[in-house]
């Protein structure tokens, strides 16, 4: 792995890039309330460059808007916000017309699925399972498993909208779709995830952007800025973007522990990380 360099500041780097790809939980939130230090950073950010929130969320972008807007997250912030329920839905769009699924996750996603040519049934006569989190934010992933084996049992595909296996609702560790499609690929099971670190994802975002700002976009002018280095970091690398690394995040218990040596941390993470911070600070 390189030498990534700590950051006391993104000002220090700030003037290197002109699109900042922001992840939100663990960065901007946690999904309680906003850092105030993030927001600071993200209001001299948008003075000169573009800031684009990519979210793993597994809903649509006005979705996740609304829910930003209730912990006091506004527009003003950002210039646009893309997430995974935004590609997944522009795929099924375009390649399971008129096809009946089964919704494995909460009905607070189900405008994932909302005005496409699907059909919601059950599991018994779907011809695939959309998969977008746990049906209780207090479920074990354990509590899937006997689901997940009549599932495999039909060989049906499953769609995973969220590759995040966890997040942190403030102090208090949530399963993700993500969780239970490796619990599903574990059993044999086939899976297509959509959202970071995929490349379907980033292909996506970059069709939005060069039809929004009628340019080429420079890779090099890019800073991908996010907790997880499973899917933020790595997504980067996969993207051939430099990154800054949050690790007061997702992997907050892990860093705590190896706080003083970096090397030791990501070690076997299989990701290169170019700067770090312990939580995002201008």
């Known amino acids: 792995m390189n030498n990534p360099v700590f950051?006391?500041?993104?000002?220090?780097?700030?003037?290197?890039?002109?699109?900042?790809?922001?992840?939100?939980?663990?960065?901007?939130?946690?999904?309680?309330?906003?850092?105030?230090?993030?927001?600071?950073?993200?209001?001299?950010?948008?003075?000169?460059?573009?800031?684009?929130?990519?979210?793993?969320?597994?809903?649509?972008?006005?979705?996740?808007?609304?829910?930003?807007?209730?912990?006091?997250?506004?527009?003003?912030?950002?210039?646009?916000?893309?997430?995974?329920?935004?590609?997944?839905?522009?795929?099924?769009?375009?390649?399971?017309?008129?096809?009946?699924?089964?919704?494995?996750?909460?009905?607070?996603?189900?405008?994932?699925?909302?005005?496409?040519?699907l059909k919601?049934?059950?599991?018994?006569?779907?011809?695939?399972?959309?998969?977008?989190?746990?049906?209780?934010?207090?479920?074990?992933?354990?509590?899937?498993?006997?689901?997940?084996?009549?599932?495999?049992?039909?060989k049906l595909k499953m769609i995973c909208a969220n590759p995040d296996l966890i997040v942190h609702r403030g102090n208090v560790v949530e399963y993700c779709a993500g969780s239970i499609a490796k619990l599903y690929e574990n059993m044999g099971g086939k899976v297509q995830y959509f959202g970071k670190p995929y490349k379907y994802f980033y292909e996506y975002i970059f069709k939005i952007l060069k039809k929004k700002y009628k340019k080429k976009i420079k890779k090099n002018k890019i800073l991908a800025i996010g907790d997880n280095l499973n899917t933020d970091i790595l997504g980067a690398n996969n993207l051939n973007v430099k990154n800054l690394f949050i690790a007061g995040g997702i992997h907050k218990s892990e860093w705590n522990n190896h706080s003083t040596n970096l090397a030791k941390f990501v070690f076997n993470k299989n990701c290169k990380i170019n700067y770090f911070q312990n939580e995002l600070t201008w």
């Open 7 to 117: 950051l006391r500041g993104l000002n220090k780097i700030y003037s290197s890039f002109d699109i900042f790809f922001f992840d939100l939980w663990g960065v901007i939130h946690n999904g309680v309330q906003c850092y105030s230090e993030a927001l600071k950073a993200l209001k001299n950010i948008k003075k000169n460059k573009k800031i684009i929130l990519i979210s793993n969320a597994p809903r649509p972008n006005y979705d996740v808007q609304k829910f930003l807007k209730k912990i006091n997250f506004s527009k003003s912030f950002y210039h646009l916000l893309i997430t995974s329920g935004d590609v997944t839905r522009s795929y099924l769009k375009n390649n399971y017309k008129n096809k009946s699924f089964y919704h494995l996750g909460p009905k607070r996603d189900e405008s994932l699925f909302s005005n496409l040519s």
């Open 120 to 154: 919601k049934t059950s599991l018994n006569k779907a011809d695939f399972v959309i998969c977008t989190g746990v049906n209780n934010n207090k479920d074990s992933i354990k509590k899937y498993y006997p689901i997940l084996k009549k599932i495999n049992n039909r």
